[in-house]
């Protein structure tokens, strides 16, 4: 069965960097689009990135946060850069939308 496994989340500062990993099993992981969707508390679900053969990211991340992915290793990426308190949450690993998994918390916070 499918299977999303992230990974890489914790407290960091403002200004500072993490990065998330998503170890995917259970499928081929080269032939699906990819996604980081995150909640923060309180709120509803945010589409962050998507990679497939290119990156597509959020107004609200772009420019501070890469996605990517290594095929060989069925892992999905997402590094965050220059943490803003906004940028705390759950992110989850999605496969086309459909499949989730148990998502890793985030928090920025001095």
């Known amino acids: 069965q499918v299977q999303l496994v992230e990974s890489g989340g914790g407290l960091v500062q403002p200004g500072g960097s993490l990065t998330l990993s998503c170890a995917a099993s259970?499928?081929?992981?080269?032939?699906?689009?990819m996604h980081w969707v995150r909640q923060a508390p309180g709120k509803g679900l945010e589409w962050v990135a998507t990679?497939?053969?290119?990156?597509q990211y959020a107004d609200s991340v772009k420019g501070r946060f890469t996605i990517s992915r290594d095929n060989a290793k069925s892992t999905l990426y997402l590094q965050m850069n220059s943490l803003k308190s906004d940028d705390t949450a759950v992110y989850y690993c999605?496969?086309?939308?459909?499949?989730w998994g148990q998502g890793t918390r985030v928090t920025v916070s001095s």
């Open positions: 999605v496969r086309d939308l459909v499949d």
């Open positions: 259970g499928f081929t992981f080269s032939e699906y689009w």
């Open positions: 990679a497939f053969s290119d990156a």
